[in-house]
């Protein structure tokens, strides 16, 4: 059923705003009354127990772990299995993954049970590697060796080859590397909801044959991080260009069907259609994989994410009026969408357990990602909570501290969303105090001292319980985090080394 857009607005974005604003409202009554503050002190009390160690036996052993972790994947890996640490370490990663992006709930007794699995399944791997010395796991030989057991090899050839050409068309002005990360992160993640979905008694060619769909399903949604969102985020277009892609785009989701692209004149007349042609395909083959009892649920989905971003895109930095409400709903928004939609691109069933973790989880990601990247941000002169109240919290003293929002955030997931679980709590709290010792480590002490000045300056005492976290903490690293610059590192010396041939 094609719609027109205003319907579109009122049918599918004005519900899920109304949504989000209850949400909000929540938030914003915790940050003002500082409910937040005595609920997560408390937590950080009973959470020190097992992270802070004797400063005399701290030292060298933090010296010993950060020289194994400048060594790299392999070396780390190596030290943690040597350490003893292998197991909790894998155990808080995975449990991480579950709940971001599986949406599950840690105290469901098939959750633990598929945690212990893949912990289990993931040390055997590592440490069969580490003892024939191979490092296979993150390079196109492991990655071959997966595919020849599962039967996959033509989806994972079909997938490396788009890879590779996607790379070869991110043009200048945008990050390569980070839009790869994206993209491999996408497809990982749909793979993984289409594992969740299977029983025990399924067959190796039905596994072999669900597994291909969402290598190439994953892909396929991926796409829009690099081409849609990033590109859009990007000083590549024109003015002109970026209205006329959004309308394309928007077109696309009301009427199910991608339009042509017609004469694209200007600097970027090659670029543009190459997108066009690759989105198209993928917006092709994710509808042809819709079952028509999910297909509706796509596509409103799908329309509530893109017009979330266009909402938040459309703000200018020197704007000194937006409310509280714009700033903060447009991100609760996009961030849950983007991981909502990802069971409907399976075409799984509706869990509702999944909808509602999801929809709350979105935001504490964001607000973590948008704090890592407030600089850069604030160079392009984009719009987030953090990079507006840095430029106006002088002159708006109603504006709230997106900092403060974010430890509600997480005050809110631990004991309304999760009911207190303290395994929930564990791994929410390692991840909040490693991404601030992360932060402190690439900006250096004093920029990192200047932003917790500026961001903490309402609830001092509850700064100096969680720079107390920061400084004294260990055991709070995280799988995919390394993972991640694994992989960065990687693409850089794939390209380097392309070049050089």
Known sequence: MNLPIVTHIELYYRPAEEK???YFEALYHQVMQKTYVPTLTEDFHTWKQNHIRHHLLRAPFSRRQKKAERL??????????????LDHYLERSIAYIYMRDLGKALDETETQLSIERAVENIKEHMLT???????????????????????LESATIWVLNKLKRVADHIPSGMDADHAQRKLIKTIAGVV?????????????????????????LGYSYGLTYPFIDDLLDANVLTKQEEKRY?????????TRNVPELGNWIGKNKELIPFIHSELKEAFEYIKMHQHPETIDAFFEQAYVFFQAQEVDRDKDLSNPNYTNEELFIPVILKSASSRLIIR????????????????????YNQLAD????????????????????????ESRSDLINPFELYWAVIAHLIHDV????LKTCEVILDRAINGLKRYKNRMGSKAYNEVMQLFSSGHPRFNHVIQQMVKKADDVDFFDKLLRDHIILSLKNNRGNRKRF
């Open 246 to 254: 959004s309308d394309l785009i928007r077109t696309s989701l009301i």
């Open 192 to 216: 993984m909801h289409a594992v969740e979905e299977m029983d025990d008694s399924i067959t190796g060619e039905a596994r072999s044959k669900k597994l291909d769909e969402a290598i190439r």
């Open 344 to 363: 409907s691109v399976i075409s799984a069933e509706q869990d509702e357990g999944f909808d509602q973790r999801t929809f709350y989880y979105g935001i």
């Open 20 to 22: 989000a604003t209850r």
């Open 418 to 421: 999760y009911h207190s679980d």
């Open 129 to 151: 590697e580490l003892g024939n010395n191979k490092n296979e796991s993150l390079n196109q030989v492991g990655l071959y060796r997966w595919a020849q057991k599962e039967g």
């Open 72 to 85: 790299g994947y392999h070396a780390y890996m190596q030290w943690l299995n040597k350490t003893g640490k």
């Open 370 to 393: 948008d704090f890592t990247d407030m600089f850069d941000d604030l160079d392009e002169g984009a719009v987030t909570p953090y990079t507006y109240y840095m430029t106006y919290h």
